[in-house]
């Protein structure tokens, strides 16, 4: 319906005199039902080019649609409404088909080809493998997945990718904190191999000290800036467990960092299954060394003359790009700043040619990711083809209070522990529910109510309704069939109020991918639930008479199909009973 509306009111905008070319007219839902179903302010952002009325403009715009473009079918009516908005409302006609549409795709209903022969590849979460998945990382994660799941929708060939740093100095740092744990370990009293003499001789050396700015007591060679969250601890001891004291006398932390970055990546692929997030590829940073990737793009680089010496350091020349300065690629210690890989992984990533790369960053990106597209424009590779989603971070609310949560520290909350306590399904869609460019408090309290107030129960709970109707409608020899149902008998204004809700669904899968606004989605759902709501509390279904049961039964049934196939994308279950 809006595709046809809006090639008609371009056809007629052409026949106008001084429309400028290629002008489109923008198309909208009004907020109030009364004013029709779409409609188009065209006429008010033509008025001063055209130096006539809005009214004026949109009586002629009227008049040669009805003329020239209206086709009964779809429009029953347009009307113009204060200074010049158009309304256009459906017919009865169109809106049965595509209930009737809605019925015969059943679980297709909402896919779509506008992607077809498109490959997309998508990266997100790329936490480093330091330490557990926090809260800020499972939003990255549900949007990530949810515009991943889009994109399938509407044809992609969708790849899922997490790019891990695993090359850093962050990495020694972590292999310096569980060695350090794993001497703390060694050194208690009951281990099976506590009376051994290398472990005695060890035991009177080892010391302990209070970490700065902290009131924990740790090993005296525990880092300054280690990580002390009890996960290093439980890989330390299964280190211990496993090899003994017999990594004592190792020469480097190599073995205690690759067990661990083993450990917490096999523990981030957990979690992330526990979302319902499988990713296709595991990208890691190191991978990108040891192919020679990273130096032949800084050679590639300064091929081009973009990059100099100063100060011991190798500069990259931003301000030449539109930056205000010039970018560190090296350190004057001869270690790679963060930036360089990534220019060096998302040449990787033209190299695989998809029609669109998108990554998922957090607000703390936002100065630094236009550094690697002036760095793939400079090796002339089509950085339009990089989109970026950034998303601002989260706030636990507990009771109207917040949860403090930090990063190295040991007090985060992890996104296990968060599932725990409000199950996959409601974190999924909480962090959906929000526009990604909105700072998100989480409230715990009402994630974990079973009442119409929490989102995710209230869309759960009209799906299980329906369900429970059509079951019990089957229990009396009521079956549902949309073949016989006689759908023109849909004349209530809560049925026709949920067909309207219903059929925009393929519509609204289309813009939330292209988009890539997940949380729009999640709104429509909770629409579409509250218009079903209505019409279950208007219109009886069980006790009507047989073709009046049997029609709104087929209305039921194409409700619980929106829902279910909305709630499949942003991840959810969709209960029968609850």
């Not at 905008?13 to 065209?42: I, Q, W, Y």
């Not at 009964?72 to 309304?87: H, K, L």
């Amino acid at each position: 319906m809006k595709e046809y509306l809006r090639s008609a009111l371009g056809r007629v905008l052409r026949t106008m005199k001084n429309v400028p070319t290629g002008f489109l007219p923008e198309l909208s839902v009004p907020a109030n039902p009364d004013h029709g179903d779409f409609a188009t302010n065209c006429a008010m952002q033509l008025a001063r080019h055209l130096r006539r009325s809005p009214r004026a403009i949109a009586d002629e715009i009227v008049a040669a649609f009805m003329a020239k473009e209206h086709d009964p079918f779809y429009v029953q009516s347009v009307t113009i409404a204060g200074a010049g908005f158009i309304n256009f409302r459906c017919s009865d006609r169109y809106l049965y088909r595509e209930l009737e549409s809605c019925l015969a795709q059943g679980t297709e209903f909402g896919r779509s080809s506008t992607g077809l022969d498109k490959r997309a590849l998508v990266e997100f979460v790329s936490a480093n493998p330091t330490g557990p998945l926090t809260v800020g990382h499972g939003r990255n994660a549900v949007l990530g997945d949810t515009i991943a799941r889009l994109l399938e929708w509407i044809g992609y060939a969708v790849t899922r990718e997490y790019y891990f740093n695993d090359a850093g100095r962050q990495m020694r740092v972590l292999g310096a904190s569980v060695r350090s744990r794993y001497e703390e370990v060694i050194a208690e009293d009951d281990q099976p191999f506590s009376t051994s003499a290398r472990v005695v001789q060890h035991r009177h050396s080892y010391r302990t000290k209070q970490l700065a700015g902290s009131k924990a007591t740790v090993p005296a060679s525990f880092p300054e800036d280690g990580y002390i969250g009890t996960y290093i601890i439980e890989i330390a001891r299964e280190l211990a467990r496993v090899h003994g004291p017999d990594l004592l006398d190792a020469k480097d932390d190599d073995c205690f960092e690759r067990a661990a970055k083993q450990t917490i990546l096999s523990d981030i692929r957990a979690t992330l299954e526990r979302l319902g997030v499988s990713m296709d590829n595991y990208f890691n940073e190191k991978s990108l060394y040891d192919s020679g990737a990273v130096s032949e793009t800084l050679d590639a680089l300064r091929e081009r003359r973009m990059i100099y010496e100063r100060d011991g350091a190798t500069w990259f020349k931003t301000s030449e790009l539109g930056k205000e300065s010039d970018t560190v690629l090296v350190k004057y210690t001869g270690e790679p700043t963060y930036r360089l890989p990534d220019i060096a992984y998302h040449v990787d990533k033209m190299k695989r040619d998809y029609d669109v790369v998108i990554n998922i960053f957090g607000a703390d990106h936002i100065a630094t990711y236009p550094d690697i597209l002036r760095g793939l424009d400079v090796l002339d590779l089509d950085s339009d083809r990089v989109e970026v989603v950034i998303y601002q971070f989260v706030t636990l609310m507990r009771a109207g209070e917040e949860v403090k949560m930090s990063t190295r520290k040991a007090n985060f909350v992890t996104l296990d522990e968060l599932m725990d306590e409000v199950t996959p399904d409601v974190t999924r869609y909480f962090f959906a529910m929000r526009s990604a460019q909105k700072h998100l408090e989480f409230d715990l309290n009402l994630a974990r109510e079973a009442s119409d107030k929490n989102p995710v129960f209230y869309l759960q709970y009209a799906h299980a309704r329906i369900c429970s109707i059509l079951q019990k409608a089957a229990e009396i020899a009521l079956v549902s069939d949309p073949a016989l149902a006689q759908l023109t008998l849909l004349e209530h204004e809560a049925e026709i109020a949920l067909i309207k809700e219903i059929i925009q669904f393929p519509q609204i899968v289309v813009s939330c991918a292209q988009a890539r606004e997940p949380h729009r989605l999640a709104t429509y759902l909770r629409g579409v639930a509250e218009a079903f709501t209505r019409f279950y509390h208007s219109c009886r279904i069980i006790g009507e008479r047989r073709e009046v049961a049997l029609v709104r039964m087929a209305l039921a049934q194409a409700t619980g199909i929106t829902l279910r196939n909305g709630l499949e994308i942003l991840g959810i279950s969709a209960p029968e009973r609850m």
